[in-house]
């Protein structure tokens, strides 16, 4: 049998601000990379992660948290994501299963579909449990492959990376 081939990609991170994108990539490298706060928007700009194993090699790309925009920062901020979007291989469409998708969501899954990326829909903070107990996936991201993730306690961490 032949060994499978070594495979290497950008992955995006996406999310509403304090979705916990940079608590996943913090667990995901196994190591404090991203500042992680209380405070929405504490990351403004990308953050890239490598993370490595024998068959594989993933640059995780963190983004800021996508916004509605008014302010010149806050669209200099939504212009980094779009950009992350516009370049990943895979995308990380992270969502408070007890917020639900909501229109930026949908927003940036049909940027994804219409260039061909494959989306994965992620359900964060799921140690919590109002958040473990929330319906998933919502049924307005219609057929995609989900689940459920803590980058806190590093729950459905290893499903993910497979």
């Known amino acids: ?9 950008v992955v995006a991170l996406l999310g509403r601000p304090n979705a916990g994108k940079s608590t996943l990539l913090n667990r995901i ?7 992680v706060t209380a405070k929405p928007q504490t990351t ?35 212009a980094l994501v779009d950009e992350v979007v516009d370049d990943c291989d895979v995308a990380l469409l992270l969502i408070d299963p007890v917020l639900g998708a909501d229109a930026g969501h949908l927003g940036q899954l049909e940027r994804l579909r219409a260039r061909g990326a494959p989306v994965l829909a992620v359900a964060t903070r799921c ?10 996936p919502p049924s307005e991201l ?20 497979e």
């Open 127 to 136: 140690d919590d449990p109002a958040r473990r107990r929330a319906p998933w």
């Open 29 to 35: 490298l196994g190591e404090k990379l991203a500042i």
């Open 44 to 78: 403004r700009s990308r953050i890239l992660g490598i993370w490595s194993e024998p068959r594989a090699q993933v640059l995780f790309v963190d983004t800021p948290g996508f916004h509605e925009a008014g302010k010149p920062l806050n669209r200099a901020l939504n």
């Open 142 to 161: 219609g057929e995609l492959t989900s689940l459920r993730t803590s980058g806190a306690t590093g729950e459905g961490v290893a499903e993910l990376l």
């Open 1 to 9: 049998m032949a060994d499978a081939p070594h495979r290497a990609g």
